[in-house]
């Protein structure tokens, strides 16, 4: 029915949630720093934290993408003139890793910046009495806490971002988008293809839905719901 | 650094490659708002044969990537022989019109939710009132369940219109020249990142900014009564 190509479908499958998944975590890193500077004394990282998440918002994740893709290859190819290095190819995993990254970023920089601040004030004054260093109160008080009130929001940029991975087809990653092109232009059955790649992803999201809503509820015991009136 | 002829040079496509993105956002955000608001209500419904075909239209939208929707749209009807030879296909072949129904099956999952949403946090007391005043089914939707839907509705709809916007970049992966396929075209032609992706870069930040400030001036509008400064000096009753 597929001519064969499933297996070849598949295995793009393996490049997007790679690509996905290295995202998510770029985007968390740039996230949670966003997120302490957003709420840090200092106005020049505020300055800057805002900066980020104002900008990067009101762009087009493809326009970003191809920024970082064109942008970052022209810019280390005068480095490496400059160094006599010679010509280097910028990597698509690579690039569209760290933008998605970035881009998602200033997106759960809000989710975590309303995660900390859900986190009763009393609680991190109590530890802090206790005599608990910066990064014990962080680990054992804050981050228990926060990671409840982080997991809705995370999960939707999840979702969006595993879909947004459908662009780094465009840049030349060999995902699972390019994949389904490659095989309906072989066999003259976009449809068919372009189909299954949908079916998948909406796999991914609904497998992603159920077991997020089984984490959120982990980490929710403890916390007593509102009786449905 | 920043070649400023080349900017000015292309300005006419630029100027040429928004109004055609500008064109996309409006016809898609209409036709996407005159389907939700009938959708939502379906959605809101008590009964599973009305809801349950607008939820699976939902999810499956909202689940797979726009980019996927559009190819299967502009690529993959041309598969199908009866399709290619049916007189829809003078229609189905043309990338504005696969782009414009795509963003819009988009568009519409998305405010659907948005909506329904909305119209299930109406307060029972004002429905109850609704009742007893004797309202059939339709005037309680118009007058009651709708306008509160409306204004509970509007600041996450005006991200959904943003989103929109940017999603219209989408359109030049399948021959649509608008501002992104401009900002191509003329890295393509110079080889330059700043004066090509980065003046789009201000056109998109200055849309974005313009659609941000259309929608506070409509919730200044629509959500006065919930602004303590607005009702400030005002005299109060009892």
Redesign the interface.
Known sequence: MFHGYLPMILAGLGVTLGVSATSLAIASVFGLAGAIAKLSDNAVLRAIANAYTT?I???????LM??VF??GQ?LINRIADARGWGYIDIDPFLAGTLTLGFIFGAYLTETFRGAILAVPRGQIEAAEACGMARGTVVARILLPQMIRHAIPGFTNNW?VML?????V??IGLDDM?HR??LA?AAT?????F??V??AI??AV??VSIIVLRGVEARFSRGVRRAEAA | MIDLGIVEENLPAFAEGLRITLILLVISCAAGFVLSVPLAMARASRRPWVWGPVWLFTYVIRGTPLLVQLFILYYGLAQFPWIRESAAWTLLRSPWFCAWAAFTLNTTAYTTEIFAGAIRAAPAGEIEAARAMGMGEWAMFWRIFWPGAWRRALPQYGNEVVMMMHATALASTVTIVELLRVARDVYTNYLVVAESFGTVALFYMALTFLLTRLFKALERRYLRHLDPRASQGEPRVA
Not at chain 1, 57 to 63: E, G, N
């Open positions: 900008v918002r009101a762009l087009p994740d493809l326009l191809l920024i064109y942008g022209i979702l879909k947004a991975t459908a662009l087809s465009i988008v389904a092109g309906a003259r059955e976009p449809f068919t372009y189909a790649i949908g992803y909406l999201t609904t």
